[in-house]
């Protein structure tokens, strides 16, 4: 597996991260189904939230379970990276989580995304830690970036994965 490590201001939008963008490398169908807004790496974007400017507005795991299997190239998974996070976007739209259902969702959604992923496509997952979609689920991590945002903040890290 490859290791980088760099430093960047943090940022709410993953995606503007500048050591983040210069780790993605998108191809084919990518899709983002905690989109919070468009961007440049995906085609087809979600968000939850009606107030957000994205394709679909749908619950992430329904969102996926509309494509077909083994049908998608490249896939962004950057929830919230918190528990705190996601109570927080959910209560903001009036929908009330419990520890059990979020545990179940995240399971499921990581499912649904071994699920549509092609076999030699990519999963590039971002939070504070390197679980990913693993092995079980049919993936190899290849690249690791740290993003270091100074002793008061949280490293955000960015694991891309291959299905095999």
Same mark, same amino acid.
Request: aromatic content about 12%.
């Given at each position: 597996?490859?290791?980088?490590?760099?430093?960047?201001?943090? /940022?709410?939008?993953?995606?503007?991260?500048?050591?983040?963008?210069?780790?993605?490398?998108?191809?084919?169908?990518?899709?983002?189904?905690?989109? /919070?807004?468009?961007?440049?790496?995906?085609?087809?974007?979600? !968000?939850?939230?009606?107030?957000? !400017?994205?394709?679909?507005?749908?619950?992430?795991?329904?969102?996926?379970?509309?494509?077909?299997? /083994?049908?998608?190239?490249?896939?962004?998974? !950057?929830?919230?990276?918190? $528990?705190?996070? $996601?109570?927080?976007?959910?209560?903001?739209?009036?929908?009330? $989580?419990?520890?059990?259902?979020?545990?179940k969702f995240f399971s499921g959604v990581k499912n649904e995304i071994s699920r549509i992923?092609?076999?030699?496509?990519?999963?590039?997952?971002?939070?504070?830690?390197?679980?990913?979609?693993?092995?079980?689920?049919?993936?190899?991590?290849?690249?690791?970036?740290?993003?270091?945002?100074?002793?008061?903040?949280?490293?955000?890290?960015? $694991?891309?994965?291959?299905?095999?």
């Amino acid at each position: 597996m490859n290791l980088s490590y760099a430093w960047a201001m943090p /940022n709410k939008l993953t995606f503007e991260i500048k050591p983040i963008k210069d780790f993605i490398k998108s191809k084919g169908t990518a899709i983002d189904p905690f989109s /919070n807004r468009r961007h440049k790496f995906a085609q087809i974007h979600n !968000d939850i939230d009606t107030s957000k !400017d994205v394709d679909y507005h749908m619950c992430a795991l329904d969102f996926l379970k509309q494509f077909e299997d /083994n049908s998608i190239d490249t896939l962004f998974y !950057d929830p919230p990276y918190s $528990l705190r996070q $996601l109570k927080e976007v959910y209560s903001g739209i009036g929908i009330s $989580l419990n520890y059990d259902h979020t545990t179940k969702f995240f399971s499921g959604v990581k499912n649904e995304i071994s699920r549509i992923i092609k076999p030699n496509g990519w999963v590039y997952s971002f939070g504070w830690d390197s679980v990913g979609m693993g092995s079980n689920r049919g993936f190899q991590k290849t690249d690791l970036l740290i993003v270091c945002h100074g002793g008061s903040h949280h490293d955000t890290i960015a $694991l891309k994965e291959m299905k095999l």
